[in-house]
């Protein structure tokens, strides 16, 4: 028997009295091999801490064992947020992530990520805003026969390659709250309109003002760039506005803070004179003062989802309706009724 971490595939196949190529396929979670079988060989690795190395498997196969996680400059908490709810997806599987910003703004960024995807040999890529939503992304992934999974604010592919977000409702929750608290006087700062997330967000916040008979007039509309600073101007530009507005939706928590500094400076209280709804519920909504109301929007949940969308076998059947999560508004104390 050999001692505890010094096992190899060889002597596991010894051990469990069955061949090689059999205990590959346990490895690599084959259905080709018997229930008893496959329970007897997971104990004897188990029992002698045989972990394959990632680096073999991929010479073997022909790829790598690694899942590619593609951004293009979200809020780092953002980012942190689902690298942690793939990894919990990817624990004990065998399977590693690698991270790689990218910037879509350069002409030659999608041949960035695909020589990356061929260089990694990935076995799936995981696409979340801004790339998501790049058609042409998708199309060069499918001809180097890369699996990926899109998350994004609305149905852009097979549902079997897509995660949906429901922004847009997220938008009318938050407008439906703020009206229901009797504001009728609003303001909205977006994210860059070339963002999907930013158009379905404004657009259901402004949709859902109309069902209640309230009118967001363009010149109460600020395109912010989901940064600290551009939330600063949004609302800088917004409160100067006659009349002023007494409520303010911010399409992120990072822009929602800036409204807070915005209101400090010109001497209103939150949410005496002003209420504000950011999105995310990042921790920086519980780190502000008052605590910011704001959209839940699951991040952690949503990587998890999609690194386990890539792990399924590739025989799965196929969904027939994309994958959705369902963000929900955070009520707390940054909003109350306006100021009489």
Same mark, same amino acid.
Request: proline residues 8%; glycine residues 8%.
């Given at each position: 028997?050999?001692?505890?971490?010094?096992?190899?595939?060889?002597?596991?196949?010894?051990?469990?009295?069955?061949?090689?190529?059999?205990? =590959?396929?346990?490895?690599?979670?084959?259905?080709?091999?018997?229930?008893?079988?496959?329970?007897?060989?997971?104990?004897?690795?188990?029992?002698?801490?045989? #972990?394959?190395?990632?680096?073999?498997?991929?010479?073997?196969?022909?790829?790598?064992?690694?899942?590619?996680?593609?951004? !293009?400059?979200?809020?780092?908490?953002?980012?942190?947020?689902?690298?942690?709810?793939?990894?919990?997806?990817?624990?004990? =599987?065998?399977?590693?992530?690698?991270?790689?910003?990218?910037?879509?703004?350069?002409?030659?960024?999608? !041949?960035?990520?695909?020589?990356?995807?061929?260089?990694?040999?990935?076995?799936?890529?995981?696409?979340?805003?801004?790339?998501?939503?790049?058609?042409?992304?998708?199309?060069?992934?499918?001809?180097?026969?890369?699996?990926?999974?899109?998350?994004?604010?609305?149905?852009?592919?097979?549902?079997?390659?897509?995660?949906?977000?429901?922004?847009?409702? #997220?938008?009318?929750?938050?407008?439906?709250?703020?009206?229901?608290?009797?504001?009728?006087?609003?303001?909205?700062?977006?994210?860059?309109?070339?963002?999907?997330?930013?158009?379905?967000?404004?657009?259901?916040?402004?949709?859902?003002?109309?069902?209640?008979?309230?009118?967001?007039?363009?010149?109460?509309?600020?395109?912010?760039?989901?940064?600290?600073?551009?939330?600063?101007?949004?609302?800088?530009?917004?409160?100067?506005?006659?009349?002023?507005?007494?409520?303010?939706?911010?399409?992120? !928590?990072?822009?929602?803070?800036?409204?807070?500094?915005?209101?400090?400076?010109?001497?209103?209280?939150?949410?005496?004179?002003? =209420?504000?709804?950011?999105?995310?519920? =990042?921790?920086?909504?519980?780190?502000?003062?008052?605590?910011?109301?704001?959209?839940?929007?699951?991040?952690?949940?949503?990587?998890?989802?999609?690194?386990?969308?890539?792990?399924?076998?590739?025989?799965?059947?196929?969904?027939?309706?994309?994958?959705?999560?369902?963000?929900?508004?955070?009520?707390?104390?940054?909003?109350?009724?306006?100021?009489?």
């Amino acid at each position: 028997m050999p001692a505890p971490g010094k096992a190899t595939i060889n002597d596991i196949a010894r051990l469990a009295a069955v061949s090689k190529k059999t205990v =590959s396929r346990v490895i690599n979670n084959s259905p080709l091999v018997r229930p008893d079988t496959r329970e007897k060989i997971q104990t004897l690795m188990k029992q002698l801490g045989y #972990a394959p190395d990632p680096q073999a498997r991929g010479l073997a196969f022909r790829r790598s064992f690694l899942i590619g996680l593609v951004y !293009d400059n979200p809020t780092a908490q953002y980012i942190v947020n689902m690298q942690y709810g793939a990894l919990d997806a990817l624990r004990d =599987s065998g399977y590693e992530l690698v991270v790689h910003p990218c910037d879509s703004n350069r002409d030659d960024y999608i !041949d960035g990520i695909r020589r990356f995807a061929l260089q990694q040999k990935l076995h799936g890529v995981i696409l979340i805003p801004r790339v998501s939503e790049d058609d042409q992304l998708a199309r060069a992934l499918r001809e180097i026969d890369v699996r990926y999974v899109r998350i994004a604010s609305i149905p852009l592919d097979d549902p079997a390659h897509m995660l949906h977000t429901q922004e847009r409702q #997220a938008g009318v929750e938050a407008a439906n709250y703020l009206q229901s608290l009797g504001h009728r006087q609003l303001g909205l700062i977006t994210g860059p309109h070339r963002y999907r997330s930013s158009i379905e967000r404004g657009g259901g916040f402004a949709h859902g003002l109309a069902q209640r008979g309230i009118e967001l007039t363009p010149d109460y509309v600020f395109e912010g760039g989901y940064t600290f600073e551009s939330g600063v101007a949004g609302a800088e530009y917004l409160l100067a506005k006659s009349p002023r507005p007494t409520a303010i939706f911010a399409c992120n !928590d990072e822009m929602a803070a800036g409204v807070y500094k915005a209101a400090m400076r010109r001497g209103l209280s939150i949410p005496g004179d002003l =209420s504000v709804v950011g999105y995310d519920d =990042s921790p920086l909504a519980t780190q502000l003062w008052p605590a910011l109301t704001t959209i839940h929007s699951p991040i952690r949940d949503l990587g998890r989802q999609a690194a386990q969308m890539l792990l399924a076998p590739e025989h799965a059947p196929a969904p027939t309706q994309p994958l959705s999560v369902t963000p929900h508004l955070v009520v707390r104390d940054s909003s109350q009724p306006p100021p009489v």
